[in-house]
């Protein structure tokens, strides 16, 4: 398992060359949450996106964790997903694509709100 903070740097890194306004610990208020805000690894302002990098989604080490992850993550699609906002969730076995991955789906963010 790649080291968050890495994986964080790497994206940090091809959103600034490609010059993308992006925003880290920004708080998101969200209707209908258990939670009374999340946090995003990134949120992308311009194209409403948050990008999450699910690092423990395999956790082979450690079944009971990696379930409980799996849920919470499922929890943070769910409900960014009720509260309109465009999401890029990366897990582990994406990373040697982050850049294609990224762009990409900004691209395909652009081009869907035309």
Same mark, same amino acid.
């Given at each position: 398992?790649?080291? *968050?903070?890495?994986?964080?740097? %790497? =994206? ?8 993308? /306004?992006?925003?880290?610990? %920004? ?5 209908? *949450? /258990? ?5 995003? *690894?990134?949120?992308?302002? *311009? %194209? #409403?996106?948050? $990008?999450?990098?699910?690092? /423990? ?6 079944? $009971?964790? %990696? ?8 929890? !943070?699609?769910?409900?960014? @997903?009720? #509260?309109?906002? #465009? ?8 990373? @040697? ?8 789906? =900004? ?6 709100? !035309?």
């Amino acid at each position: 398992m790649i080291n *968050d903070l890495v994986i964080n740097k %790497q =994206i940090r890194k091809i959103l600034f060359h490609n010059k993308i /306004s992006f925003l880290t610990s %920004q708080r998101l208020y969200l209707k209908n *949450d /258990s939670k009374k805000y999340r946090v995003p *690894d990134f949120y992308l302002p *311009d %194209q #409403n996106i948050v $990008v999450e990098y699910f690092s /423990s989604w395999e956790v082979a080490e450690n079944v $009971v964790f %990696q379930k409980n992850e799996r849920t919470r993550f499922m929890k !943070k699609v769910e409900v960014y @997903g009720e #509260n309109k906002y #465009n999401c890029l969730f990366i897990y582990p076995n994406e990373v @040697g694509a982050l850049e294609e991955l990224i762009l990409g789906f =900004i691209k395909k963010i652009i081009e869907y709100n !035309k």
